[in-house]
Each structure stands twice: as structure tokens, then as C-alpha cells.
């Protein structure tokens, strides 16, 4: 049996599993447990049963220590701790696995911190994107990813002053068809009984949230038919902004006229911050490995000055701001030497290659020590969240013009956020997290 929880639940035909941790007193507590039949049928999820409806006649389930020694009996305890230990390397508050083990789906919800999410008067506690896996990618990286964005989650949302908790959702399965409403009811079911409100993030597509909307669940946002549209305009709004205020730390000026950018990846985020720079006269280089993409960016902006490069020389540019917006651990002790940017801020999650605030904060350092500003980008860009937060609260009546706002509230944060940090001697990247765990994991006043 190769290493992973889902193998074990599939073995001993069971489809819940819960990990809980405590960091104030590093408790672990184990669930496990049979709690619905095969027959359920999960396009009925809302009409014919809800989600604290008892699905199985056997529902059956075991305690912490009866479910180590499941994991024993299967050779799984090795494993099995080495989940546990990423928990409490990252204070996270507990991983939630759902098993379909018909359709093969294999549902995750990397919860780190409900504690912004207490009393909020809403459903979800939480708040944070679900993206897809293959199944063939080990489950290990796909819980390391997980918990890496859920952690991060929770300092965003802290950072976008909403209230709620951070989480994020990976589903290892096949492709979604938008007319497989069973499918669809099961992930209903899931992120309702997850108690998080979430929007299509990598590998899903937006229209996801119009069909489960539609026909499941109001815990997602981010579809196209819904009131506000796709969340990287929000999101590219925040980083543009916070690029303007670290230029304003850096040259005593906030103006980006004449100033070099560099864009990696012109998907959702990278095309419209792009044109963000381009609209204030900067001097554009981009790079994306879809070509498609570049192509339609140059031909909306056929008279602009725009420089393409490879994809795997972007990062190396001599540019005032180097702009990241495609995939995450970019920056690592590999290559940080090689930099020439004056100003790291871009839209991607989780840019330093790391698994811990300690290892963020280590490669921060390098960043420093180069002369190069960089803040962790949770810090700045919330606006998709804040996007997501205004249409989960206002349904039909939520407006581009209050996300856009409270954007604009949110990002002017970075400049004091940079000074403070130069002043005190750190890093911005620890001075965010200083100011953040302060609440999350500390003293709440």
C-alpha cells in the first residue's frame, strides 16, 4: 500500500477522517469513520438530505486510538505522523478528508485558524480557495500545499480585515464535467459541512460556482454569472497599489511612469495588473508559458513597448519591480543571488519556497541583504478574497465598488508595513507575521 490516509480509508471501506491539533497544548486527536452509504444520491444534496442528515444505517466510527491503530495494522503510523508533524509545524487546527470512493474524489480541507471566523453571524468560519489535483501527484505535496495556502489563508484574511478564519480545499480527482451534478453534490456537501464559504481556484473553472450555486450551495463565489466576476481584477488592483507604495519607500515617489516591470504569468491576475503598469507608462517585460496568453496580450495593446522574454529568464531581469503571478515557490536559496529586481510584489501565493514562517523569513533575509524589497504577498493580495467576502455576505446585492475600496483601504497598509519593518530592522515579511500571530495566536486585544 503505497503512503496515503485515503488508502487506508479505502481499505478498511471507511470515508471520514479528521486530524486535530491543539498548539497551546500540542494534543493530536484522531476521528475516523463510515458516515454515509454508497447508494447516497449526491445530486438529491439539499433536496432530499441536507448536511447534518445521517446518510448511513451503519454509521460507524472509532476513537483517537482506535484509529492509530488502523493506520497501524496497515503500515500507515510512520505516515500518519509525518501529517501530524506538518500540523504542528504550522500551528494549523486540523485536516478534514471526505472519500468518494466511487467517483474516487478524495476532498480535503486544510483548516489552519477559525479564530477570526468566531461569532461572525455567518455560516462559514472560514474562508479559502479549492483547487484540483491528479491523482497521480503524491498526496503528501498535495497536503503540504494545502496547508501551506491554508495557512497562509488565514493571514490574508487578517491582513484583508474580514472575519473569517483561513482555509483551503485540494481535491485529488479527474477533470470536472459541469453536468455531473452528483459530483457537484458531493463537493457541495463537503464545503457545507467544512463550514467555509470558497471560490474555483486552480483546475477548477469559474463556471463551478454557478452550477453549485444554482443547484447546492451559496457557500461559493467567483462564477461568472455572479454579481461581481472574476476575482483577479480585485486581486490585481491590490498588488498594483502595493506596488506603487513600495516605489513610494524605495524612489521617495509613487509614480510607476518610466519605471521597468516585469510580469510573470498573464493569467487572471498577471493580465490585468499588466495593464495596470502599462496605463501609468511603465517600461513592460512579461512572460507566460502559454503563449495564447502573450498573444492576446499583445494584440489588445498593440502600440504599447512590450517586451517578451522566456519564461525561465523573467525572474532574472533587471527591472525596478519584479511582478510574480503564476505558480508559487519561485524564490529559493537556489536562485535569490541571481535577482536584480529593486522591488519583488506580485499576485502568487507562497513565492519564497518554503513550508514554515521560519523558512519565509530566512529567505526574506537573502532578499533583504540583496537590497531588494519584498513583503510575503498574503500581505497584499486580498482583494480576491475581499471580492469573495463581499458576494458570500451580500449575495445579489454586492458591488465591485465596495471590493475596490476596501482594497484600496487594505494596500495602502504596505507602505507602513515596509517602513515599520526598516525601522525595527526586519524584514517586511516578519513584520507582517509580528503583527498578524499577535491576534491569531496570541493575545487577541
Known amino acids: 500500500m503505497k503512503k496515503s490516509l ?13 486530524i486535530s491539533y491543539n498548539f497551546k497544548t500540542d494534543n493530536v486527536i484522531l476521528y475516523v469513520a463510515k458516515e454515509w452509504d454508497k447508494e447516497v444520491d449526491w445530486s438529491k444534496y439539499n433536496t432530499d438530505f441536507y448536511s447534518s442528515s445521517i446518510l448511513s444505517s451503519q454509521h460507524i466510527s472509532f476513537n483517537d486510538a482506535e484509529t492509530r491503530a488502523i493506520f497501524v495494522k496497515h503500515n500507515q503510523e510512520n505516515y500518519l505522523n509525518q501529517v501530524i508533524e506538518l500540523l504542528r509545524k504550522g500551528k494549523h487546527q486540523y485536516i478534514d478528508c471526505y472519500y468518494n470512493k466511487e467517483k474516487n474524489i478524495r476532498f480535503i480541507n486544510n483548516a489552519h485558524s477559525e479564530v477570526l471566523g468566531l461569532n461572525n453571524r455567518n455560516q462559514a468560519i472560514s474562508a479559502g480557495g479549492i483547487r484540483r489535483h491528479l491523482p497521480e501527484e503524491d498526496e503528501i505535496d498535495v497536503i503540504i500545499d494545502g496547508l501551506n495556502l491554508g495557512r ?32 457537484i453534490g458531493f463537493l457541495s456537501y463537503c464545503i457545507d459541512r467544512s463550514r467555509c ?157 518554503a513550508s514554515s514562517k521560519e523558512e519565509e523569513i530566512e529567505l526574506a533575509n537573502l532578499l533583504k541583504e540583496k537590497g531588494i524589497i519584498f513583503q510575503v504577498a498574503w500581505w497584499h493580495n486580498g482583494g480576491g478574497v475581499l471580492c469573495g467576502y463581499e458576494e458570500y455576505t451580500q449575495q445579489n446585492n454586492a458591488k465591485m465598488d465596495n471590493v475596490l475600496k476596501k482594497t484600496t483601504q487594505t494596500c495602502k497598509f504596505t507602505y507602513q508595513n515596509i517602513k515599520n519593518a526598516y525601522d525595527l530592522g526586519i524584514t517586511p515579511t516578519e513584520n507582517a507575521y509580528i503583527q498578524v500571530e499577535n491576534h491569531i495566536y496570541g493575545d487577541k486585544k
Open 6 to 18: 485515503f488508502e487506508v480509508l479505502d481499505s478498511e471501506n471507511l470515508n471520514r477522517l479528521k
Open 152 to 183: 497562509g489563508m488565514s493571514f490574508k484574511n487578517y491582513a484583508a480585515r474580514i472575519s473569517c478564519g483561513g482555509n483551503k480545499i485540494t481535491v485529488i480527482m479527474q477533470p470536472l464535467e459541469l453536468d455531473d451534478l452528483a459530483t
Open 197 to 353: 464559504f470558497t471560490g474555483p481556484d486552480m483546475n477548477f473553472p469559474p463556471e463551478l460556482a454557478d452550477v453549485m450555486k444554482k443547484h447546492f450551495s451559496v457557500n461559493i463565489t467567483g462564477g461568472p454569472e455572479g454579481p461581481l466576476g472574476a476575482t483577479g481584477i480585485p486581486t490585481a488592483y491590490g498588488v498594483y497599489l502595493a506596488a506603487k507604495e513600495a516605489t513610494r519607500f524605495k524612489f521617495n515617489n509613487s509614480s510607476l511612469k518610466g519605471k521597468s516591470v516585469a510580469v510573470q504569468g498573464l493569467g487572471v491576475v498577471g493580465f490585468v495588473l499588466a495593464e495596470h503598469y502599462l496605463r501609468e507608462g511603465a517600461k513592460l517585460i512579461v512572460a507566460d508559458t502559454n503563449k495564447d496568453f502573450i498573444d492576446k496580450f499583445l494584440k489588445k495593446h498593440p502600440k504599447a513597448d512590450i517586451k517578451v522574454v522566456d519564461t525561465d529568464k523573467i525572474l532574472y531581469e533587471d527591472v525596478d519591480i519584479l511582478s510574480p503571478c503564476a505558480i508559487g515557490g519561485v524564490f529559493s536559496h537556489n536562485n535569490i543571488h541571481k535577482l536584480k529586481a529593486s522591488i519583488i510584489i506580485g499576485g502568487a501565493n507562497n513565492q519564497l519556497k
